[in-house]
């Protein structure tokens, strides 16, 4: 365990009185039981998983396209065979551990899972494995709550009910994910073959571990609904009630069920709770009798949290429907209006409400927000109407912190893609924040202040990590066509060369399998205009020369004067390469005897052997390209192209050029940070910022919200569906959207009235 997540972890004593709340009774007793079982059904399927992975590395190793990898995978098998106990054993104590102490959300799991790279501001792409592991964790973290979403959002609730924190939000869910991938990711640190190892255990963990927490998960959710806690979980939005008492410690005589179900919950349905008692923070229904805005502002705020107006509260007007309200599809302003709860603000009262209902409608029917995201800030309706009504500065000011709420939200919104919802950390942390206002607002406009502030430092750590993310996937598209280009550079040097050779067959498999490695790696690394580049093309035509049939004695004496230099560049290369010694020695053998034989003037013996080579030459295909050592070059499996032997004349004859039309126009006035929609087969808007455009192929990347990849395109294809209409531009209306609403709605209002 690292030294942070010691740090991190608190004692049980800590945890939000959970053992003072519950002592040693039934919910310390439902907590032991749910850990017992996870701990069961996790040392099953690690130890399935242990299991596999001697397998997979054995398959691996088969495949290998080169010793020093298939060693590595060898390595990697006896290194697991030692230490699989310790970390089975480790992984199991440390969840225990984490259980029993708690991971405070604040420090702990957040930690784990911040990307930091401010002792290394110039990060490269190779090297960083703790990049890459984070990544990984993040992945299987992400998938998880989205696969598992159901399950987990039940868990959260109850295991939240049983250590007094509903929402969670001090505490991580000792169970979920987030915990489960960075114990394991802890216990898999004593693997110390490399990086690739240890992601492909990660994988297998997902695979053999993660995919089963769904069931498990379901198990302790009945479990728990068994022992009496939280038997319905509903998602409605609660009325505002006094906070309520500590739930009922259950005694010794007392059912585990009665003790757990005294308390409320959130999340629980509104019905749940005790009578609503009298005051600003919470109003019964029919309790609208108290005069001027006061009473109004009381009315909404009951609307606000959830409740019901009925017929005899409001029979000679408009009664707001209670779900309406919650689901902010639909203005609701225009309505509340007539309802008898607000008649008594007067004109100026009439007035503010007309234009928050005219602001809303402009919000709700901006396009460039997805639907999801508009019906998420159509739930703040009535709070900022309160607003406007307690704040005579919310028009004047675009600086009023419920105008900055908004507008953040809806900027955010641009970004984000139609999915899965309730999946999603950016929805739910926008779900998160509506709730907070609709929960908490009464009165107090600073919260408005306090609750940006939150979201904008969310939104500060999840651009950080999108920007990385972006970074990243740029630096692999870019490596790669580094990559593509060394290939084609190396096969554009090597195929002329053999396909005139006409000496040995020996020197020819050398060149094509061993020395064109060299080739590819320097050309990735250094670069073709680099002179290890220049001497390893150099060293490959004396080689090739070297064993033509020497006619004269000028070539004879060349000859003798090169051999050693020859010799020592030929050695130089195959030891970065790492061929064995025994295949080093063998060549260098051959290639002595073979200078012997060249000196010899046989011009009979030269011409049948020219006339066998010239018969068995054939154009050197490209699937004969064999990869580069792993240790020696990062890449990605791809087929090399083949060898372009046209003219340049040619070639641009050949390329068509992108028609000029404004679709080619709009495209190539792109500029990172651009936010497009584009729309697959199935009609479903996708929404991603182009993050980078490639210098040396014009390659467009771009990344969602997240900053994953979302894809990539061509010049010729991005003018392709840019024209066809299956991608534009998002209008991000530099103007914020409170701004541009509160001036269309005031220019509107004033030209009627």
């Known amino acids: 365990m690292s030294d942070t997540n010691k740090r991190n972890v608190v004692n049980l004593g800590d945890y939000d009185q959970m053992r003072r709340g519950l002592g040693n009774g039934p919910g310390t007793q439902a907590l032991r039981e749910i850990r017992d079982h996870a701990y069961s059904k996790l040392e099953l399927h690690l130890g399935q998983m242990m299991e596999q992975v001697d397998d997979t590395l054995f398959s691996r190793a088969e495949k290998a396209e080169n010793n020093t990898v298939q060693t590595q995978y060898f390595d990697a098998m006896r290194e697991l065979r030692i230490i699989r106990k310790n970390i089975e054993s480790d992984f199991l104590q440390e969840f225990s551990d984490r259980f029993n102490q708690g991971v405070p959300r604040e420090t702990a799991a957040t930690a784990a899972f911040s990307l930091n790279f401010e002792d290394d501001p110039s990060i490269g792409l190779v090297g ?68 690739e190892i240890r992601l492909l255990i990660f994988k297998l963990f997902d ?22 806690v939280m038997p319905e979980i509903k998602t409605s939005v609660r009325k505002s009630n006094p906070t309520p008492a500590r739930p009922q410690v259950p005694t010794s005589g007392m059912d585990v069920s009665e003790g757990y179900q005294a308390a409320p919950v959130a999340g629980a349905s509104a019905d749940s709770y005790a009578t609503p008692q009298t005051g600003a923070h919470s109003q019964p229904a029919g309790a609208f009798s108290g005069g001027g805005v006061q ?13 019901a107006v009925t017929d005899a509260d409001d029979s000679d007007g408009y009664a707001p429907d ?16 007539q309802s008898p709860i607000l008649k008594q603000l007067g004109k100026a009262g009439d007035s503010t409400i007309d234009i928050i209902a005219m602001m809303f409608d402009y919000i709700l029917d901006d396009k460039s927000v997805p639907d999801a995201m508009r019906a998420l800030i159509g739930r ?22 419920a105008r900055q709420l908004l507008n953040r939200l809806a900027a955010t919104a641009v970004e984000w893609n139609q999915g899965n919802s309730d999946a999603d950390l950016l929805y739910q942390k926008m779900a998160t924040v509506i709730q907070t206002v609709l929960d908490d607002f009464e009165e107090d406009i600073g919260l408005f202040e306090t609750v940006l502030n939150d979201f904008d430092e969310f939104l500060f ?95 004879r004496k060349r000859l003798v004067a090169m051999q050693p230099i020859l010799l020592g560049n030929l050695r130089a290369g195959m030891e970065r390469l790492s061929i064995p010694a025994t295949q080093r020695d063998d060549f260098i053998a051959q290639l002595i005897h073979a200078h012997g034989r060249t000196a010899i003037n046989h011009e009979q013996e030269d011409l049948e052997e020219q006339a066998q080579v010239e018969n068995s030459v054939t154009e050197l295909p490209q699937s004969t390209i064999a990869q580069p050592p792993a240790d020696s070059v990062e890449t990605t499996s791809a087929t090399a192209t083949e060898a372009d032997t046209s003219t340049p004349e040619a070639d641009t004859a050949a ?53 994953l990849k979302a894809g990539n395109y061509s010049l010729e294809e991005l003018v392709q569906l840019v024209r066809g209409a299956r991608a534009k531009v998002v209008d991000d209306k530099k103007t914020p959207l409170m701004d541009r609403a509160v001036s269309s709605v005031l220019s509107e209002y004033n030209r009627k009235n």
Request: charged share 25%; glycine share 4%; with cysteine.
């Open 655 to 707: 390329r068509p050029s992108p028609v000029d039309d404004d679709a080619t126009a709009l495209v190539q006035q792109l500029t990172t940070g651009t936010w497009m929609e584009f729309r697959g087969a199935d009609g479903q808007p996708l929404r991603a910022k182009l993050s980078w455009v490639s210098p040396i192929t014009n390659t467009y990347l771009f990344t969602n919200h997240a900053g």
């Open 128 to 195: 960083k494995n703790e990049l890459e592991e984070e990544l990984a964790i993040n992945n299987m973290v992400n998938k998880t709550r989205n696969t598992c979403s159901q399950s987990l959002f039940a868990l959260d609730k109850r295991i939240g009910f049983l250590i007094h924190d509903p929402d969670l939000e001090r505490w991580y869910n000792p169970l979920g994910p987030e915990t489960l991938c960075d114990v394991f990711k802890e216990a898999v640190q004593r693997v110390e073959t490399g990086l």
């Open 322 to 337: 209670p779900s309406a309200i919650a689901s902010g599809q639909a203005n609701i302003l225009h309505g509340i209006r």
């Open 295 to 307: 009473a109004s502002i009381n009315a909404l705020t009951f609307l606000q949290q959830g409740g």
């Open 380 to 401: 703040l309706q009535i709070p900022v109407l309160k607003v406007a009504l307690l704040d005579k500065t919310f028009f004047s000011h675009k600086s009023h912190p």
């Open 207 to 228: 695979q053999h571990v993660i995919n089963h927490m769904d069931d498990v998960y379901k198990q302790i959710n009945q479990h728990l609904i068994k022992l009496g």
């Open 461 to 555: 750590q999840e651009d950080k990590r999108a920007e990385l993310r972006a970074e990243r996937s740029a630096k692999i598209m870019e490596e790669q066509e580094k990559l593509d280009v060394a290939k084609s550079t190396t096969m554009e040097e090597i195929t002329p060369r053999i396909n005139a050779q006409q000496g040995t067959e020996f020197v020819r498999e050398f060149v094509t399998h061993q020395w064109r490695n060299l080739l590819f790696i320097t050309c990735a690394r250094q670069g073709k205009d680099s002179d290890a580049w220049r001497q390893a093309v150099a060293t490959m035509d004396d080689l090739i020369w070297s064993v033509k049939p020497k006619h004269t004695l000028d070539d």
